[in-house]
């Protein structure tokens, strides 16, 4: 077992959880000093390195780009940790279909280049939250972005993580933004006491305390979609896809479209 990433990353053309979509998941940097609660990408992290916290910037890819899959840039650390290096890094690689999945820290070095952006907005977290909603106040209104709200819900009783929730979402309603409801699953049971969760919402399957399928935890959301929704992983929900501006969209959700189609009725 390494301590941290390496700055080489192999690119999975058959990644499990896109299979039957044209999306793919890449990253710049690897590893994240964020300490996210239940994060996910450091859950799994530790079947391969010791330490997470110490990102590190991806210099090469191996295997080959494919010109007609998207790719979903920020799943095992995040880019806004070096936005240059990011951008760098597509284009280097002449990555044409691509959005960047972000906690929005740090703009410090965005250009704008990267045009779609998911913006992963933390409600257990209200130092979080405020930089990151801060940041997208600040893209928004200097560059032309298209910019998407993951809001990371959860079914709870506590009062401050429902305002929080409240919060980001009036931020999106009055932005006009979507949001992607991307409901957290926690990484073992002592979540229900810590963050007081409304026990039928969830249930532990594979090593996860997951919300059950098919419930929101958000209210009163304009423009509302949910990661997944179903349960079905990405083939069953194309979100993703949907939510890219229109000259991307055009063509990664024809394409994803059909191959979902041959799927199901596979
Ligand atoms: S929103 Fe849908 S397409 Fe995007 S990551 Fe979640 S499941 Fe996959």
């Not at 931020?171 to 990484?187: C, G, I, M, S, Y």
Request: glycine share 4%.
């Amino acid at each position: 077992m390494k301590d941290h990433y390496t700055n080489c990353m192999f690119i999975n053309n058959k990644n499990q959880k896109t299979t039957g979509v044209p999306i793919n998941n890449i990253d710049t940097i690897r590893g994240c000093p964020n300490n996210c609660e239940s994060c996910y990408a450091n859950k799994l992290s530790s079947i391969t390195i010791r330490d997470f916290t110490k990102p590190i910037l991806v210099e090469k890819f191996t295997g080959r780009v494919h010109e007609d899959l998207t790719y979903r840039i920020g799943n095992f650390g995040d880019p806004a940790i070096n936005w240059a290096h990011t951008e760098k890094m597509i284009k280097k690689y002449k990555i044409k279909n691509f959005f960047v999945v972000t906690k929005l820290q740090s703009i410090k070095g965005f250009s704008g280049y990267c045009k779609n952006l998911q913006v992963s907005v933390d409600p257990m977290n209200e130092l979080h939250l405020i930089r990151t909603l801060q940041n997208v106040e600040t893209l928004l209104n200097n560059f032309d972005v298209n910019i998407v709200l993951r809001i990371r819900s959860s079914d709870t009783n506590n009062f401050l993580i429902n305002l929080f929730q409240y919060e980001a979402v009036l931020f999106a309603n009055n932005h006009n933004l979507p949001v992607l409801e991307t409901r957290v699953r926690f990484k073992d049971k002592k979540a229900y006491d810590k963050y007081d969760l409304i026990a039928e919402s969830y249930e532990w399957t594979r090593s996860f305390l997951r919300p059950k399928n098919n419930l929101r935890f958000l209210h009163d959301v304009e423009q509302h979609y949910v990661c997944d929704e179903a349960g079905n992983k990405c083939a069953g929900c194309l979100n993703c896809l949907k939510l890219l501006e229109p000259a991307v969209s055009t063509v990664t959700l024809h394409q994803g479209s059909q191959r979902a189609i041959i799927n199901s009725a596979a």
